[in-house]
């Protein structure tokens, strides 16, 4: 081999390591402004959830006093012109509105075990009145509470205590 060339290849190797350099120190700077941006959007994801979750729940709160204040305003023995849900009917005639929670654990409870599919058709058919869709990401909040559990991905039973609970009696 020709000294020369030896030289000419080391000085075209030096070039090619120096672009290739520059293009890591591109890659990881746009590596580092995604993840940035994974970030915050999972914080803004978490922000949305909870604003959904207590936007339900003041929804939930407003609905039942509304409920409260037209059964009041209604005669005496008349039906509540709510739209009619499944639920227990107070004194006045009222429809009280089972929760959906409580709608999931007793669907639990008689299942044992339900997938989320499962249980957002339930909940459709027990409150026709709610986005059952919703159900879906409720259930990961109801899990982190301890409510329910996972036993594996998508399928959903009650806690042990609770189970063993309901055995018994």
């Known amino acids: 081999m020709n000294i020369d060339t030896i030289a000419d290849w080391k000085s ?3 070039i090619l ?3 290739d350099d520059v293009h890591a120190q591109a890659a990881v700077e746009r590596l580092q402004a995604l993840e940035l941006q994974v970030k915050v959007a999972r914080n803004e994801a978490d922000v949305a959830v909870r604003m959904a979750s207590s936007s339900r729940k003041a929804l939930e709160k407003t609905s039942e006093r509304l409920e409260r204040m037209l ?4 005669p005496e023995g008349a039906l509540s012109s ?3 849900v499944r639920g227990n009917v107070n004194e006045s005639g009222v429809v009280r509105r ?3 929670r409580e709608v999931v654990r007793l669907f639990l409870q008689e299942r044992g075990e339900a997938t ?3 249980i957002i058709e339930h909940v459709r058919d027990a409150r026709p ?3 059952a869709e919703n159900t879906g990401p409720e259930l990961t909040g109801w899990v982190k509470e301890g409510r329910i559990m996972r036993s594996r991905l998508g399928v959903y039973r009650l806690p042990m205590q609770e189970a063993a609970d309901v055995k018994q009696s």
Do not use: Y
């Not at 059964?71 to 209604?74: D, L, R, S």
């Open 12 to 14: 075209q190797l030096e």
């Open 17 to 19: 390591s120096a672009e």
């Open 71 to 74: 059964a009041a305003a209604q």
């Open 129 to 131: 009145d709610v986005n």
């Open 98 to 100: 089972t929760p959906v």
């Open 82 to 84: 709510t739209v009619p």
């Open 116 to 118: 989320t599919r499962e």
